[in-house]
């Protein structure tokens, strides 16, 4: 059974780096076969798609947060990281993490993690 | 990109069908069959449903069927039931950035 979960501070201080790592368990991040994403949600809205990783390393960033986040995956934890620089108050958000099947040009997200809530205040 | 427009809130009772639909344009829902739709309970992950507009994952009840037309692609649930009350979101991956455009997401409601 495939799971992922999303792990990191609840509050971050505004201009900071919110930084968030999300653990696979029953898959692993360097089978190449699938892209690996952080998407967020603020409270009451619609879903964004932050970014993705595949096994390589190659990434692909939503242009609106390009300049602010780095995605990184760490083969030997299993893992993958968020890294979003200079927050503010619109970030706070819930964080999903979610695997993405790469044999599928669309790569549709088939598991995501529970979320985790990071609020943006001093 | 802007968020692809869907209807705020769509309500039917048991046993209706009822169908959400998901606007885009030509760079995203139009140019490529990439479309699929996740449904979300209050506080839970989103769930996929469908994928490239018409596939089931496995696991998914065949109650939900996809489809498009043009810059539009649609959800229908047949045989309403009360688990099926949930937020419904479309998504399209598109060959420009953003990669993946959500949409604004609808509020299903079983009367």
């Known amino acids: 059974q495939v799971q992922l979960q999303e792990s990191g501070p609840g509050l971050v201080k505004p201009s900071q780096t919110l930084s968030l790592t999300c653990t696979v368990s029953?898959?692993?991040?360097?089978?190449?076969?699938?892209?690996w994403s952080w998407i967020r949600q603020p409270a009451g809205k619609g879903l964004e798609w932050i970014g993705r990783?595949?096994?390589?390393?190659?990434?692909n960033y939503n242009p609106s947060l390009k300049s602010r986040v780095t995605i990184s995956v760490d083969t030997s934890k299993n893992q993958f990281s968020l890294k979003l620089s200079s927050v503010t108050a619109a970030d706070t958000a819930v964080y999903y993490c979610a695997r993405g099947a790469a044999w599928l040009q669309s790569g549709p997200f088939d598991y995501w993690g529970q979320g985790t809530l990071v609020t943006v205040s001093s | 990109q802007s968020a692809l427009t869907q209807p705020a809130s769509v309500s039917g009772s048991p046993g209706q069908s009822i169908t959400i639909s998901c606007t885009g344009t030509s760079s995203d829902v139009g140019g490529y069959n990439y479309v699929s739709w996740y449904q979300q309970h209050p506080g839970k992950a989103p769930k996929l449903m469908i994928y490239e507009v018409s596939n089931r994952p496995s696991g998914v009840s065949n109650r939900f069927s996809g489809s498009k037309s043009g810059n539009t692609a649609s959800l229908t649930i047949s045989g309403l039931q009360a688990e099926d009350e949930a937020d419904y979101y479309c998504n399209s991956y598109t060959s420009s950035s953003p990669l993946y455009v959500f949409g604004t997401g609808t509020k299903v409601t079983v009367l």
């Open positions: 990783i595949y096994t390589s390393g190659s990434t």
């Open positions: 029953g898959d692993s991040v360097s089978s190449g076969s699938y892209y």
